[in-house]
């Protein structure tokens, strides 16, 4: 079996698990989120729990697996991925009831500490013997943001050729290139961290700049509180713990018209 099969197979047993232990609580919601929403969710489910006492239960994956484990088992309350591509997919299975848009992921260049390699731009990653780690472009959303942008610059297979690592959730980019097992990688600029890395602003006219919505499930037991939920997330109070974790929320000029 593959890494990525595997990895499929692994997520599957980790959502059936959570659902059924999402069924049997009272008062409890099961969440599919986009892995790079982690920090930011968290803190905002204990403050939903604290005002609502609904407890937030998360499976935390790339956007497109997620979306599998909601077409196969059917079960949850909420969707959030990290684009407005895999919710519209969503919409178009009939899994979604309502929708709000909450903030941007805006795409970045990562670097190790010092950047050794010398990325500077998009079209540095196609130069020979640069290693680049990049979302898989059948997996999170970061991993399609990342093809659509190379494919655009027409350098996506040159880039490939230097591809040393696909993932399956933005968080494992991060990793790679702390490691300094990859000389860059395409993330979400809110989860760039100073003290480990560098960063490589994109510039806007070359960048693919995601809004990152949350939907309620068609399947849910109790809408009501999906809907509060998602009303809570896209709220004034919701957004500022997004501030805090350095995204911009939705709406923005800077990144509308």
């Known amino acids: 079996m593959n890494r990525r099969a595997l990895s499929v197979v692994i997520g599957l047993i980790l959502v059936a698990s959570l659902a059924i232990s999402a069924c049997a609580a009272d008062d409890s919601l099961l969440v599919y989120c986009g892995a790079g929403l982690r920090e930011p969710m968290e803190e905002i489910a204990d403050l939903f729990e604290e005002q609502e006492g609904v407890e937030i239960q998360y499976n935390f994956g790339g956007s497109a697996q997620l979306l599998s484990q909601i077409e196969l088992y059917q079960t949850g309350d909420l969707y959030m991925p990290g684009g407005r591509p895999d919710i519209e997919s969503a919409i178009e299975k009939g899994f979604i009831n309502k929708t709000a ?42 991993g399609k943001i990342s093809k659509k942008m190379l494919e655009r610059l027409g350098i996506w297979d040159d880039v490939e050729t230097n591809v040393v690592a696909l993932s399956g959730t933005v968080n494992e980019l991060l990793v790679y290139v702390t490691m ?75 990144y509308e018209g």
């Open 180 to 254: 300094e097992q990859a000389d860059a990688a395409i993330v979400w600029e809110d989860l760039f961290d100073p003290e480990t890395m560098d960063k490589v602003d994109i510039p806007q006219e070359k960048n693919e700049i995601e809004i990152v919505p949350i939907g309620t499930l068609v399947f849910s037991e109790d809408r009501e509180s999906a809907e509060m939920f998602m009303n809570f997330v896209a709220s004034e109070e919701g957004k500022a713990v997004f501030v805090d974790h350095g995204f911009t929320t939705y709406p923005d000029p800077k």
């Open 101 to 142: 848009n909450v903030v941007y992921h805006v795409p970045c260049l990562i670097t190790p500490k010092g950047n050794p390699a010398g990325v500077e731009t998009l079209e540095d990653l196609a130069e020979p013997g640069v290693r680049v780690a990049l979302g898989d472009p059948m997996g999170p959303a970061i």
